[in-house]
């Protein structure tokens, strides 16, 4: 058990995460594999110029990158950091379940 | 969407005052919780103080103290002032909400806030623009969606 100092989530990745456009984001993308700022907006109930700056957001918290073709800036899901993220939630949660079957055990026993 | 947030629920076969007395007094905490030790001082406030063989010792600060119905304090757990009093950008809020069910007692445990732990860039300046607090969904969502897009 790692109860005081277990190694929190990525605050950064969960803060990126913390928006509903940006999800959509992260959703469209994983669905179509591939997208710019223009097919992305076009999915959108925002602006293409919203659109580029909420995937900078998403690019400095690593969950997608990008590469250039020709002109166009197209973008792809980073699953690693996501994935990342839930373990370590995942981990958090665990340790919770350690201690509350712990507490359980005592409160029943107790009233035996 | 993706919850920062842990919640577990679970039934105990004891009624609200006992699981109450577990979760607030020191020499209970000290067992399940802590395996040292624990001081608690129960007001609004009062310290939370954890100690580990293995760890050390954290500090929390109570923030509720409803009788038989509420407990919260926030702790610095994650992240290297985990030993020090909690502060915004360092903490969570930790929350046991207890309810009656017949002779025993549903017991809710929430963490929040790991999405407002300081991070060393802009980013979260950034995402906290803009109406998303309150945002809450399930962390399996998250997990779901990550083995989705790895695949």
Same mark, same amino acid.
């Given at each position: 058990?790692?109860?005081?100092?277990?190694?929190?989530?990525?605050?950064?990745?969960?803060?990126?995460?913390?928006?509903?456009?940006?999800?959509?984001?992260?959703?469209?993308?994983?669905?179509?594999?591939?997208?710019?700022?223009?097919?992305? &907006?076009?999915?959108?109930?925002?602006?293409?110029?919203?659109?580029?700056?909420?995937?900078?957001?998403?690019?400095?918290?690593?969950?997608?990158?990008?590469?250039?073709?020709?002109?166009?800036?197209?973008?792809?899901?980073?699953?690693?950091?996501?994935?990342?993220?839930?373990?370590?939630?995942?981990?958090? &949660?665990? &340790?919770?379940?350690?201690?509350?079957?712990?507490?359980?055990?005592?409160?029943?026993? &107790?009233?035996? | 969407?993706?919850?920062?947030?842990i919640e577990r629920e679970l039934v105990i076969e004891?009624?609200?005052?006992?699981?109450?007395?577990?979760?607030?007094?020191?020499?209970?905490?000290?067992?399940?919780?802590?395996?040292?030790?624990?001081?608690?001082?129960?007001?609004?406030?009062?310290?939370?103080?954890?100690?580990?063989?293995?760890?050390?010792?954290?500090?929390?600060?109570?923030?509720?103290?409803?009788?038989?119905?509420?407990?919260?304090?926030?702790?610095?757990?994650?992240?290297?002032?985990?030993?020090?009093?909690?502060?915004?950008?360092?903490?969570?809020?930790?929350?046991?909400?207890?309810?009656?069910?017949?002779?025993?007692?549903?017991?809710?445990?929430?963490?929040?806030?790991?999405?407002?732990?300081?991070?060393?860039?802009?980013?979260?300046?950034?995402?906290?623009?803009?109406?998303?607090?309150?945002?809450?969904?399930?962390?399996?969502?998250?997990?779901?969606?990550?083995?989705?897009?790895?695949?």
């Amino acid at each position: 058990m790692s109860p005081a100092l277990a190694e929190g989530p990525p605050a950064d990745v969960l803060a990126a995460l913390a928006d509903p456009t940006r999800w959509e984001v992260l959703r469209l993308l994983g669905e179509a594999g591939e997208g710019t700022a223009t097919t992305l &907006a076009a999915s959108l109930p925002v602006s293409r110029v919203a659109v580029t700056k909420h995937l900078g957001v998403l690019d400095r918290a690593g969950l997608v990158g990008a590469r250039k073709v020709g002109r166009e800036v197209r973008y792809r899901v980073d699953p690693r950091p996501l994935r990342d993220a839930g373990r370590r939630l995942d981990a958090l &949660a665990e &340790a919770w379940d350690a201690r509350l079957g712990r507490l359980k055990a005592l409160a029943e026993a &107790a009233e035996g | 969407m993706v919850a920062d947030v842990i919640e577990r629920e679970l039934v105990i076969e004891a009624p609200a005052e006992r699981v109450w007395a577990l979760i607030t007094e020191s020499e209970h905490v000290g067992t399940w919780f802590g395996d040292v030790g624990a001081e608690i001082e129960l007001r609004p406030g009062g310290l939370y103080r954890l100690t580990w063989k293995e760890h050390g010792t954290s500090i929390g600060r109570i923030v509720t103290v409803e009788p038989h119905t509420r407990f919260s304090y926030r702790w610095n757990a994650y992240g290297p002032k985990w030993r020090e009093e909690p502060e915004d950008g360092y903490s969570t809020l930790v929350e046991f909400t207890l309810e009656p069910r017949g002779s025993a007692t549903l017991l809710r445990l929430v963490e929040s806030g790991f999405a407002s732990l300081v991070t060393d860039d802009d980013i979260r300046t950034t995402a906290f623009d803009g109406n998303v607090r309150g945002w809450a969904a399930e962390l399996g969502e998250l997990q779901e969606y990550a083995t989705r897009v790895a695949a």
